[in-house]
Structure formats: C-alpha cells, structure tokens
C-alpha cells in the first residue's frame, strides 16, 4: 500500500509516519520509485505497536527504538529476544525504594528465598542483570523500610497466582503465527494489560468486600 | 509516649510529625500540660499510613487527609469506609483514555459484559460511581483504540485470577483486630502491594518464557 493508505488504515497523519520513519521506528517500504515506496500488513501492525509505546505506555523515542532493536533482533531466540524487549521498557523506580540501605538488603534476600520457595530458577539465575527483580526488590524494600510486616510464606501464593496469570499471557501471544509477531504481542500485553489487571483487582476487592460484609 | 519517643519510634522528626499535626493527618496526643501531649500505638500507626501515601503513594497532602478522614469515620460500615478510602486515592488515568468516543463507549459496554460473565454484580450496580471502574474502562478504552482484539471470553480467567488475589488480600486484613486497624491494612496493602505484583507478573512472564523456550 501507498503513504497515504498506511495513513489511513493506520489513523495516523502522514506527517506522524514520516517522523517515525526518520526516528527509524518504522522501517522503511518498499522503494518503487524516487518519490514513492509500499508498505504491507508489517508497517500497519508495527505503527500499532510504536503508538502503544509512546501513547499508553509513555515510552520516550529513545526508549521504544531500543526496545524496538531488540524485537525485530531475529539473530537471537525468542526467550533472549523477549526479555531483552522487556527490559529496554521504562521500569518504574519506587519514590523511596533505591536508597542503599539496611531494608534493600533485606528486601534482596527476601526477594530471593521467595524465588527459592517458588521454584523460580530462571528468574533467580538471571536477577542480578534484571530491572524488573530490581523493581520488585524496591517495592518490598519500601514496605520493610515503613515497618510492615514482611513474610514470605504470605507473599508465595500471590506469586503462584501471578504464574497462572503469567501463563495465560503466554498462551494467548502463542496464538500469533511468527515469532516477530509473537514478541510484538508480547510487549503490547506488558503495557496494555497491566493497567487491565490492576483495575480488575481492584474492583475485585470491592466486590469480594460487599460480599464478606455487605453494604453497611 | 512523649513527642521524642513518637518521633524515634517512627524514625520521623518532630518538626515532620508536627507538620502532620497541623494539617490534620494525625489526631492530636491527649493533652497532659500546656505544653505536653501522650501518643500511642494508634499514632505510631497512622504514621506509618501517612508515610505510605505520601511518600510511596505520592498522594498529596489534601488527598491524603480525605482518605484518613473516611478510614475514620467509624460511623460507616466497613465496606463504605473501605470504598470511600480506596475511592480517595488518586486514580491513574490512561494518557489517551479520556477521551470521549466509540472506542469508551464500546469499552463501557464490553466491561459491563465482563462484570456481568464473572457474577460481580455489586461491581456492577456500583460502577457509575466507583473511579477505579472508570480506569478499567479507560484501560480497555486504550486497547481497543490501537485496534488490537479484545475478547471478553478471554478475559473472563483474568478476572476470576484477580478474584483469587483478592480474596488472599481480604483474608490478610482480618488478620488485623479491629475494624479501624483492617480498613488501614487495606488502604496501605494497595499502595504497597501493587507494585510488588507488577514486579511478580514479570518475572513469572520471565520464567514461564525460559520454561517454554529455553534460553536461547
């Protein structure tokens, strides 16, 4: 298809595809002469993804071609591909948690007897290198630094629910048919369904409340 | 105890503490003298409730005060004032969720049915009010915008796993004795707990990845 046509089936201006063109967040068509190239369903399904980052997710330029360098990194297996995409994504700091003290240590050691408990040897394996354990680790270091009670026999069922969560992320962007569009779909889900979960369980709460309680 | 002590065993300054005071965050001590007021355990708690919202929540000072004022209102029943709490945090809002169009209405539409297939019927009768309804909307909203598939059907085992979480959190909070104290707990459990089960959904997306694939 045409400039214009991608822009059309796209919503977004012309101008808006030229600039993610010259960002390199969209590869270039298909040149057919000096002044017009064609595009194909790859284009339309990569502007979808570049809008997600940057809209909803609120990635920087910067951030989503990084992230974008590694999805289309077809040298390298799916899992590599996956969690080096995952990674290059924005990764919310707590307001308090990355002070070097006594709770972040304590926060680390208990991160990693949650992961023993689980079973998780992968995600153990690869912590030192992973924003993502970093993040976790800090969100649990500001619950120990405010004095809250901390147990890891409390918090292992919460991480077996979130594996049954995690694999049926898994079995739906096993649904798209090559791996590119697998990592894309994956990396959508990250920034989509999060805010969808956290709204779910939300009103989950509410819900079971009225039902444990009643409206009083 | 005496302000000093208040003040060590928070590990927050008096002039802080004093601050809280004014705006209304801390009730005041019971006056002994002119010049002297007795806190208690309940002080000491209600600091470590200020401390996570305003500095890892990062709930202004004038939200804050209207979440205590309903987590005190003790002339509510425990579901009111846990609503009305949770309804007075700030609510993330989807950056291009807002917007008034077919994509929120379809959203609105499609949650209702969602609400509907999971049986949270009081979810549902309270939606026109509840804000964390409309961030759920909004989160669909943005989905559904960029044109990726939504599916109830397929979201329906979501919510039944954010039901299971939910449940686990409400059995925490009546680990706590009385009815002030749980509705505290489940306040600072949102704020404190979400980010750990962002950290928690990842890495498990991680490890299922690695289980699935391999690292390569």
């Known amino acids: ?8 089936r796209s919503g ?3 101008a808006t595809i030229k600039y993610y063109l010259r960002e390199g967040l969209l ?3 298909r040149r057919i002469s000096a002044t017009t190239a064609d595009y194909d369903e790859a284009h339309l399904r990569r502007l979808r993804l570049v809008r ?3 809209q909803v997710g609120g990635v920087s330029v910067a951030a989503a071609r990084e992230v974008l360098k590694h999805v289309d990194d077809d040298s390298l297996g799916r899992t590599i591909r996956l969690g080096a995409a995952h990674w290059a994504l924005p990764h919310p700091s707590a307001p308090d948690g990355a002070q070097e003290d006594e709770a972040l240590a304590t ?6 007897r949650l ?3 689980v079973g998780w040897e992968s995600a153990r394996d690869l912590a030192p290198l992973n924003p993502d354990h970093r993040s976790l680790v800090e969100a649990v270091a500001s619950l120990i630094r405010l004095g809250y009670p901390w147990n890891a026999e409390m ?4 991480a077996r629910m979130m594996h049954q969560v995690a694999v049926h992320d898994l079995d739906f962007t096993e649904t798209y048919p090559s791996d590119t569009e697998q990592v894309e779909a994956a990396v959508a889900a990250t920034i989509l369904l999060e805010p969808i979960l956290r709204g779910m369980h939300r009103l989950a709460q509410q819900e079971e409340t009225v039902r444990r309680y009643g409206i009083t």
Chains 1, 2 share one sequence.
Do not use: H
Request: a negative charge; glycine letters at 4%; zero cysteines.
């Open 27 to 29: 590869a270039p068509g």
């Open 12 to 14: 977004l201006s012309t």
């Open 115 to 117: 992961l023993d408990d």
């Open 155 to 158: 918090m292992t069922p919460y």
């Open 107 to 112: 926060a680390r050691r208990e991160v990693d």
């Open 52 to 54: 997600t980052l940057l």
């Open 1 to 8: 298809m045409r400039l214009s046509e991608l822009s059309e």
